[in-house]
């Protein structure tokens, strides 16, 4: 299997959440994901630009996300940077519920729905400075691969 990369930079806009989502999801397509395979990494990265939207950037659209994939062999690897207000509690916004906006009727499970659907899940933020999540997932050889 070829490796390959991408990279993509957009303002940070609640409609362009579907863009990055399809976007990655056309790119891991090369390695011929299964459909629950495609929709785990499609609402992984829909939560993680979800958050830099709303609480990276508070719906500030000057705001620029970046994602970088990388396909090696049957592992994809996708970043989505911000450089947001960050997180100064990593742990915290790690647990189930946790939510720091609640007047928006948030769920507070991003990252736990992010951890469920990916083999590793890497969170580096810093206050005012952004965050970085990391989402790792290795997919199955398909019955088309295995023939």
């Known amino acids: 299997m070829m490796n390959n990369r991408m990279r993509l930079e957009f303002p940070a806009l609640s409609q362009n959440e ?14 011929d994901p299964t459909m629950d395979e495609i929709n785990e990494i ?13 609480h990276g950037y508070e719906n500030d659209p000057e705001g620029i996300i970046t994602i970088e994939a990388a396909i090696e062999d049957r592992s994809v690897e996708i970043v989505i940077r911000d450089r947001g207000v960050g997180i100064e509690n990593i ?29 590793e899940l ?13 989402l790792k997932k290795r997919l199955e050889k398909s019955k088309a691969l295995r023939n």
């Open 122 to 134: 890497e969170i580096v933020s810093k206050p005012n400075e952004g965050t970085t999540v990391r």
């Open 42 to 54: 499609k609402t992984a990265v829909s939560e993680a630009v979800t958050n830099a939207i709303i």
């Open 91 to 119: 742990e915290e916004a790690r647990q189930p519920l946790f939510t720091t906006k609640p007047e928006l009727e948030r769920s507070g499970m991003g990252f736990t729905i992010m951890e469920n659907f990916v083999d």
């Open 18 to 31: 579907s863009f990055a989502r399809i976007t990655v999801a056309a790119f891991v397509a090369q390695l």
